[in-house]
């Protein structure tokens, strides 16, 4: 079900998704701290993600065997699929996602395009907590540990030339977590991952779709065209702070935004291999 490896060439938006996987090791957790997470992202239902497709990729997530899956936001892509959808399949098929220390989402900002109160409705429907600014105290081998989620940052529609506003809290977030436990933080978008505070060394976002296309010579077009909205050094990949304080995986995710068209960025889910270094 799964290819390691997929040609760079063509149209990749329907072809198997691959699974990709880091090793990331945390200087200030406990060396005796280790935990795997499952990264979905980027769903977007209805352009070229049929729900028969989204069960084989959800089948291929479980199968990774992580501690945790997270669920990255955008399961639709606007309103579009809440019009070609059946509003509880999706539901249904992410209900099957399973993993020893559970399943956890943050929404995106085509899910606040579309219908925010149905994608909420049928995330509990799911029985998937939604992480709006909030947070999970999770505990692994006696060990506990944070799994918090930040709300959209691009989640509220401004006019053209305004400073985008999102509802986004990190202050708020930072509230919710009451002691000195590790924290693993997942938002949709990773606009926001160089004013992270210390107390979140490792992010995991989507939204980028790693450009979506990546053409040879050429680069990411889209990403050029947007400088506004995509910051380059934060389009993909496992990403370091300026200040070596934080780290943070982008994923290019498995689905497609606007058109079901992907050249140089194949589809993927994704396995994190969390680390501490830090002597009890």
């Given at each position: 079900m799964l290819t390691a490896h997929t040609r760079l060439t063509g149209n990749q938006a329907l072809q198997k998704v691959r699974a990709k996987s880091y090793t990331i090791t945390i200087p200030e957790w406990p060396e005796n701290f280790d935990l795997s997470i499952a990264l979905l992202s980027d769903i977007h239902i209805g352009v070229g993600m049929s729900l028969k497709r989204l069960n084989r990729i959800v089948h291929a997530v479980n199968d990774l065997n992580c501690d945790i899956i997270a669920v990255l936001g955008d399961m639709?892509?606007?309103?579009?699929?809440?019009?070609?959808?059946?509003?509880?399949?999706?539901?249904?098929?992410?209900?099957?996602?399973?993993?020893?220390?559970?399943?956890?989402?943050?929404?995106?900002?085509?899910?606040?395009?579309?219908?925010?109160?149905?994608?909420r409705t049928l995330f509990a429907e799911a029985n998937i907590p939604l992480l709006t600014n909030k947070a999970l105290k999770l505990q692994k081998d006696g060990k506990t540990f944070w799994l918090a989620g930040l709300d959209s940052q691009w989640g509220a529609p401004v006019p053209k030339g305004h400073i985008r506003k999102g509802h986004h809290d990190i202050d708020k977030l930072q509230l919710a977590i009451n002691d000195d436990a590790p924290v693993i933080l997942l938002m949709h978008e990773p606009d926001i991952f160089e004013e992270l505070p210390d107390r979140f060394p490792v992010a995991f976002a989507g939204h980028t779709h790693g450009?979506?296309?990546?053409?040879?010579?050429?680069?990411?077009?889209?990403?050029?065209?947007?400088?506004?909205?995509?910051?380059?050094?934060?389009?993909?990949?496992?990403?370091?702070?300026?200040?070596?304080?934080?780290?943070?995986?982008?994923t290019s995710g498995v689905g497609c935004s606007g058109i079901p068209l992907r050249w140089g960025v194949p589809p993927e889910i994704v396995r994190v291999n969390l680390k501490g270094a830090c002597p009890v």
């Open positions: 639709v892509d606007g309103a579009h699929a809440h019009r070609k959808t059946p509003k509880h399949d999706w539901a249904q098929t992410l209900s099957r996602l399973d993993a020893p220390f559970g399943v956890a989402a943050v929404p995106g900002n085509h899910d606040y395009k579309g219908d925010i109160d149905l994608v450009g979506q296309i990546n053409l040879p010579f050429i680069g990411r077009p889209l990403v050029r065209a947007f400088p506004d909205h995509f910051r380059r050094d934060l389009v993909y990949g496992h990403i370091t702070s300026d200040d070596q304080k934080h780290q943070m995986v982008v």
